[in-house]
């Protein structure tokens, strides 16, 4: 990258994606300010090549002050809410706070690339047959999906000469974790092994996805397109669970949990989450996403060909990472 530092712009940075992207990006001549939301704590803290901001993507007036006199070379955009009860705030973050960040890289002089974090839930599910690309007509089923597609659109439609690549991403999983496949390891640790009728998805080790998001961002190919990222195989839930079990070493007692039950559960969880003004542990769009709608069958070919790249860690390989790892820190 040169002598000069670029500098990068992150929102979203103290998740569990973007602290792995930081990690990543300080290997690299870089200078990164990280956007958090008042009141959250930063991943690691101020240090010399790491400053925290802290606005609401909402608030599009103090963004433009707060970065009035800035310049970046990349912003990634992560910042998002996957659940959130109130979808009045939901569509306020993931929709308008898109487009607020979106608008202020017009102030960006330098600007090499707009990366925005979309995912798989922007387009919806399959059947049990097609398998979707990029070029496939999105059909979201869940509020969050609807919200990361109507952000989409925005940047695709608009007339601001702004560089971007919109990133689609999979089930995610890895280190520090605490969605996705985290509930689920949790139960096999304790010997059950929950079955699932049906339920296939592509999905991305942690690691692999910062590097296809690195280079989505730094590509001359991926200039102003759309890629679905993660591992170019679709895999079955109870095969994942399958795999996690053999890693782990033990038997399992499979126990079939019904579409019903589980929605049943699900619902109880939200109401005590509205109760308790805390985040549902099991969202009923989770459930909904991939039980009643069990195919989520994409491609990923598209971007391991303009990206140049290919997966290191298959599901084999990064589960067991993501175990050792749980393990470590007593989460399983």
Request: proline share 5%.
């Amino acid at each position: 990258m040169g002598s000069r530092k670029t500098r990068i712009l992150i929102t979203g940075s103290n998740g569990f994606i973007g602290s792995n992207l930081i990690d990543f990006l300080l290997t690299k001549n870089v200078s990164i300010v990280c956007l958090n939301e008042p009141g959250t704590k930063p991943y690691i803290g101020d240090r010399e090549d790491l400053k925290n901001e802290y606005c609401c993507l909402t608030n599009k007036k103090k963004l433009s002050e707060l970065f009035e006199n800035q310049d970046f070379d990349y912003v990634y955009h992560l910042a998002a809410l996957t659940v959130c009860l109130d979808l009045d705030k939901l569509y306020r973050v993931n929709t308008t706070g898109t487009k607020n960040i979106f608008e202020l890289c017009s102030n960006f002089r330098k600007l090499k690339r707009f990366l925005f974090t979309s995912s798989i839930a922007a387009v919806g599910p399959s059947n049990d047959k097609e398998i979707l690309t990029e070029i496939s007509k999105p059909r979201p089923i869940t509020e969050y999906g609807k919200s990361k597609l109507l952000a989409e659109k925005y940047i695709l439609s608009s007339k601001k000469k702004i560089p971007f690549t919109i990133v689609r991403l999979p089930l995610v999983y890895g280190p520090r974790s605490r969605g996705g496949l985290y509930p689920l390891l949790k139960f096999s640790k304790k010997g059950i092994q929950p079955s699932f009728p049906g339920g296939e998805t592509i999905v991305g080790y942690v690691k692999d996805i910062i590097e296809e998001m690195f280079k989505a961002a730094t590509s001359r190919k991926s200039l102003n397109k759309v890629y679905f990222l993660g591992e170019n195989k679709i895999y079955t839930f109870n095969e994942m669970l399958d795999i996690s079990q053999e890693i782990m070493g033990r038997k399992m007692i499979r126990i079939k949990f019904p579409y019903s039950l589980l929605y049943f559960i699900a619902s109880t969880l939200e109401t005590y989450a509205r109760i308790t003004n805390t985040r549902p542990l099991l969202p009923k769009d989770d459930v909904s996403s991939y039980l009643k709608y069990s195919s989520w069958r994409f491609s990923a070919s598209k971007a391991k060909t303009d990206l140049k790249y290919k997966t290191k860690y298959p599901f084999r390989e990064g589960i067991k990472l993501t175990i050792d790892w749980y393990s470590k820190q007593k989460l399983i």
